[in-house]
């Protein structure tokens, strides 16, 4: 598997209209846009830092993963995602090395990548994604 670099990291916020403050007046980062990815219950607003986003992720339904994080963890960061140059390869790898998945295969994700989830058990509790 070869990781090229960190995609993005992402915040679970409870509304990113309140949490992109931070991140534009604050920061000084520049807002890219936002999209909502119907098939995983979340908008996602993206802000560029060099070569890698911060991605917020709001909830679109009180029975998404968001939603889910946010009940038990409150805001904060959600997951690393990684770009990898083949994403079916790694997680063929990873899945032959004995790591647990969320995702055994790719699914559709912001921006129309590819991505797949490591589970946190796996991974030191951290949610690890991968995108291509």
Do not use: Y
Request: negative net charge; charged residues 30%; aromatic residues 6%.
């Amino acid at each position: 598997m070869k990781i090229l670099k960190i995609d993005h990291l992402g915040i679970a916020v409870n509304s990113i209209k309140d949490g992109k403050n931070i991140w534009t007046e604050a920061l000084g980062l520049v807002f890219e846009g936002s999209e909502t990815v119907e098939e995983q219950k979340v908008t996602t607003a993206f802000f560029p830092v060099g070569e890698s986003e911060v991605e917020l992720l709001e909830s679109t339904a009180p029975d998404g993963p968001v939603a889910k994080f946010l009940d038990k963890k409150g805001e904060g960061i959600h997951h690393i995602a990684f770009r990898v140059e083949n994403i079916e390869g790694a997680l063929e790898e990873l899945k032959e090395k004995g790591i647990r998945l969320i995702d055994e295969k790719p699914r559709k994700g912001a921006g129309g990548k590819k991505i797949a989830f490591l589970h946190p058990k796996a991974t030191n509790g951290v949610l690890v994604e991968l995108c291509e």
